[in-house]
């Protein structure tokens, strides 16, 4: 069965460092997100892209985020400098994005958990 | 602004019995109502799904209820299994437009065997 991939799992880094994390979406998948959950808490939407367009990034902290999907396919996410309240799962989740569909259901990856010091 | 609450941080059940986990949502325009179960260490795992026009939908062991009129929905899960431990999130979305969803704060599901 197809799966949404993420790595690393785990991230221990120290404040003001960066740090990158990196989503392999479903084969086919046009539409790719990037979620934050701080613990204890559900999902929040950081951006949305479709294809390799951004969609949505109207809660991404772009003074210290980035993220890109040049190819369409894989994306990465970026946090330069990393702060302590940045410390949380960040979830990437794929659909296949399908215009006029009912609803395209979102896969999500394991996520990767991020601790910074 | 949008946002989707539960009532209750915590619900604990024996092994067998019947689970009712409730949520309530904030926006009117909501039309599509999506419930998630995420264990310990893993990204969410859709459970099942309603649509604005339907009160009730049933799958395998589990039955969404939809009242538009309180903005309530809720998730029962029967005869409670282990297995069914963990957190589960109510998420919201607009259908048509970005699908972007919110998700509520989540209700952790502990089953006593």
């Known amino acids: 069965e197809a799966e949404v991939a993420q790595s690393p799992r785990y991230k221990i880094t120290e404040k003001s460092q960066a740090v990158a994390f990196w989503c392999d979406p479903i084969s086919g998948h046009a539409t790719l997100y990037w979620y934050r959950q701080i613990l204890g808490q559900g999902p929040e939407l950081l951006v949305q892209f479709q294809d390799e367009s951004v969609v949505d990034d109207s809660q991404l902290p772009k003074d210290r985020f980035s993220a890109e999907r040049l190819k369409g396919v894989d994306s990465t996410l970026k946090i330069q400098p990393a702060e302590l309240g940045d410390s949380a799962m960040y979830l990437c989740?794929?659909?296949?994005?399908?215009?006029?569909?009912?609803?395209?259901?979102?896969?999500f990856g394991p996520g990767t958990r991020l601790t910074v010091l | 602004g949008e946002s989707v609450g539960l009532h209750l941080p915590t619900l604990s059940v024996q092994e067998g019995d019947n689970s009712i986990i409730n949520c309530a949502y904030s926006?009117?325009?909501?039309?599509?109502f999506i419930w998630y179960k995420q264990e310990s260490g893993k990204g969410p795992q859709f459970i099942i799904d309603i649509r604005s026009n339907m009160d009730k939908r049933q799958g395998q062991r589990v039955t969404v209820l939809l009242n538009k009129t309180v903005k309530h929905l809720s998730l029962q899960i029967a005869a409670t299994q282990p297995g069914d431990s963990a957190v589960y999130f109510c998420?919201?979305?607009?259908?048509?437009?970005?699908?972007?969803?919110?998700f509520g704060k989540g209700t952790k599901l502990t089953v006593n065997p």
């Open positions: 926006n009117s325009a909501s039309d599509y």
């Open positions: 998420a919201e979305t607009i259908q048509g437009g970005s699908e972007k969803l919110v």
């Open positions: 989740a794929s659909s296949w994005g399908l215009a006029g569909s009912s609803y395209n259901e979102q896969f």
